[in-house]
């Protein structure tokens, strides 16, 4: 087995230290179900510790000239470039996605910080006109610490998302990274160390996420929270954040509509679609879930759409070829299956897949659904693993009622070649991200996040660093 190189600790004033607790989780390799390591869990003491210390950091980083900060920045993003090989193995082996995909996301995380190292720079306020001698400024500063729970399906994209911007505002953060995948995360946030955070600046805890974040919400440190992950959790948080009016970034689940209209380019449209369903097994908040094809290309589109997900190849992701990883924990492969076999009964066709894959570790065949039921569970619930669900349907109002019946909209996706039509669908379909003929939503300068039961704020773009700073009016006689 590959080496799994890393030091699972917390990260609390300045030094790595394994706590004053006795709890540990046991980190798993999904491809093997082989035991990594052991990972120590924070005690009270140890988050106590952890608040002190930010609150101190908190007030050196927030004094710390702009060019100083920026400078931090982009030193831990030329950090993660030169130890990138180190963090996507260590992702591969806690968390299953194929080793290429592991790459890509180290490379994202690196240019993502490396433009809040410039964003810090644009930390722009404005003069108000006023009568002579007299003077009203705008000024934005920094919220305050900050705490952030990541979860596990992007180990080295997730905690970077938050801590970029945190720091390029000027704020202090305590970071939770996942249990189920800490090494990755670890990695990164030590490039952010060893890039020059003055102690106290960035802390890294983990523990039972309950006791953890009811914790850290409840002290009077903490001024702002951002979560990623489910809706019911991030629902609990915001209740528990609202005691403190504390602020909130909410990037929550999602259960992406795809809408495929007959004048679509389907040579293009199938390999995109495949391709970013599968991606990182299904994991992902905007994969692309619920198809709705437009009836008179239906069965060519869903033969295509088959061809592809059969052209998958599953195992784990250290080896040659794989494109498809397994599920990164023994709870997803067993909520699919339930899913899978739910839909059957209520009369869906499985198309491809539709059974778990292998004998070790947690995997689950690439599985395509057609005629799904409105009324299943998969129809209405994100899988968040790897299946594809498909309906008809006859018109354009059609298809936008269906895009936007479900309480989510993170991201949606749209294929069509009339223009007036993709104007009309960019304008209808509830959602904070849009695909039109693309499925790529995330980029450095862009914002990411949703609406409705998917959350409010936004990550990444000027957004991401607004989220962490407050506005100040100043007048002047």
């Not at 404005?126 to 007299?134: C, F, I, K, S, T």
Request: glycine share 10%; net charge neutral.
């Amino acid at each position: 087995m590959t080496r799994y190189d890393t030091r699972l600790a917390h990260h609390i004033d300045g030094v790595w230290t394994t706590g004053s607790g006795t709890a540990t989780h046991r980190v798993v390799d999904p491809a093997t179900g082989e035991t990594l390591g052991e990972l120590p869990l924070a005690s009270i003491a140890d988050l106590d510790a952890a608040l002190a210390a930010a609150a101190r950091g908190f007030k050196v980083w927030r004094a710390t000239p702009v060019d100083a900060r920026s400078a931090v920045l982009a030193k831990a993003a030329a950090l993660l470039r030169e130890r990138a090989e180190l963090i996507a193995t260590i992702a591969t082996l806690e968390q299953g996605k194929p080793l290429a995909e592991a790459r890509i996301e180290v490379g994202y995380t690196a240019a993502l910080t490396e433009w809040y190292a410039g964003e810090a720079r644009r930390n722009y306020g404005r003069v108000l006109p006023r009568a002579a001698g007299a003077r009203s400024i705008v000024v934005h500063e920094p919220v305050g610490p900050a705490a952030a729970f990541c979860p596990w399906n992007f180990p080295i994209l997730n905690p970077a998302r938050k801590l970029a911007p945190a720091l390029a505002a000027g704020c202090s953060m305590i970071v939770k990274p996942p249990e189920e995948a800490p090494g990755s995360a670890i990695e990164v946030l030590r490039c952010f160390i060893d890039a020059g955070l003055p102690a106290g600046v960035l802390g890294l805890v983990f523990g039972e996420p309950q006791l953890v974040s009811a914790h850290l919400i409840a002290s009077p440190v903490i001024r702002k929270i951002s979560f990623t992950g489910s809706v019911p959790v991030g629902k609990l948080l915001m209740k528990l954040a609202a005691d403190g009016m504390k602020r909130t970034t909410m990037e929550l689940g999602g259960h992406s509509p795809v809408l495929v209209f007959d004048d679509a380019d389907l040579d293009k449209a199938v390999p995109m679609l495949a391709g970013a369903k599968f991606r990182n097994a299904g994991q992902v908040c905007v994969s692309p879930t619920r198809f709705f094809v437009q009836e008179g290309i239906y069965e060519r589109f869903a033969r295509a759409f088959v061809e592809a997900t059969e052209r998958v190849v599953t195992g784990n992701g250290l080896a040659q070829g794989i494109t498809m990883g397994p599920l990164a924990n023994p709870r997803r492969p067993a909520a699919i299956a339930a899913m899978v076999d739910e839909a059957k009964a209520a009369g869906a066709r499985v198309a491809t897949g539709g059974e778990r894959g292998g004998t070790d570790g947690f995997f689950y065949r690439p599985t395509v659904l057609l005629d799904v039921p409105l009324e299943t569970r998969a129809m209405n619930d994100e899988p968040f693993g790897p299946l594809a669900l498909m309906r008809p349907f006859k018109t354009l109002d059609d298809a936008v009622e269906q895009a936007n019946r479900l309480p989510y909209g993170l991201a949606a996706y749209c294929f069509t070649e009339n223009a007036r039509r993709a104007h009309l669908l960019g304008d209808a379909v509830e959602s904070g991200m849009i695909g039109i003929n693309a499925v790529v939503l995330s980029a450095a300068d862009s914002p990411f996040g949703g609406v409705k039961d998917s959350g409010h704020g936004s990550e990444d773009g000027p957004e991401g660093m607004q989220a962490y700073l407050v506005t100040k009016a100043i007048h002047q006689l």
